[in-house]
């Protein structure tokens, strides 16, 4: 089974607005990483965060991680058109050295 | 200068025939991976190599064969295609096989199996 789900599976939201994503995991984990995917390309990291972290900003993403409810979050503040893709979260599953991606949540920003 | 690339981009070939599909990385990197993401998007690690040797291998059947010739390079080779085996194939690659290291993601390989 997935170590990582995202959740909502698609998400559509005004241009401006703000987006959330969630993902759960399952099982302990050193890290958690977000990737983009734009459609018909291949995945871009976006942030990672450490298992003593809560809380990372990068420009207009927030994301927060939650280790003993297993779950993190993604926050992209004053969404544009731009940022409509794919979004995944990784994990690397009781330390083993590999990432397990999630099936992503789709983001589409309307204009 | 693109970082991960791969060869080709797309690939139509019918069911039985064996094909390869080509990756490199100029980024100096010692780990390079190999991903299939289905349909659903859901992306699943095949094999992981670090300085040219086989760390992961994901119980991919073995018609599957990762090839490194260095560490710039991981190719896949695939026998006997099934109709399975059509998804979209993701080499990757990292600085070192550590858990916590970003992965640089190439644009994929399209194959179609018919």
């Known amino acids: 089974s997935q170590q990582g789900e995202e959740d909502p599976q698609a998400l559509s939201i005004q241009e401006g607005e703000n987006a959330t994503m969630n993902c759960s995991y399952k099982?302990?984990?050193?890290?958690l990483q977000w990737y983009r995917q734009n459609s018909g390309r291949g995945l871009v990291h976006l942030i990672l965060?450490?298992?003593?972290?809560r809380e990372k900003h990068s420009g207009r993403l927030r994301v927060t991680l939650d280790t003993s409810k297993k779950s993190s979050s993604l926050l992209i503040t004053a969404s544009r058109a731009a940022d409509t893709a794919s979004y995944f979260c990784?994990?690397?599953?009781?330390?083993?050295?590999?990432?397990?991606f999630g099936q992503g949540t789709r983001l589409t920003i309307n204009p | 200068d693109t970082a991960v690339s791969q060869t080709p981009k797309y690939l139509v070939t019918q069911m039985g025939n064996d094909k390869s599909i080509k990756c490199e990385q100029n980024?100096?990197?010692?780990?390079m991976y190999w991903y299939k993401q289905d349909s659903k998007k859901f992306l699943k690690i095949m094999f992981s190599?670090?300085?040219?040797?086989?760390?992961i291998n994901e119980t991919v059947p073995n018609r599957f064969s990762p090839k490194s010739p260095d560490k710039a390079h991981l190719n896949l080779h695939i026998n006997s295609l099934e109709l399975g085996d059509s998804a979209v194939y993701f080499c990757?690659?990292?600085?070192?096989?550590?858990?916590?290291?970003?992965?640089?993601f190439g644009p994929g390989t399209r194959l179609l199996v018919l």
């Open positions: 990757a690659s990292s600085q070192e096989a550590a858990i916590q290291e970003t992965q640089y």
């Open positions: 099982t302990s984990i050193n890290n």
């Open positions: 965060i450490r298992s003593n972290e």
């Open positions: 990784a994990t690397p599953p009781g330390g083993a050295q590999k990432l397990v």
């Open positions: 980024l100096g990197h010692d780990t």
């Open positions: 190599y670090n300085n040219k040797e086989l760390i």
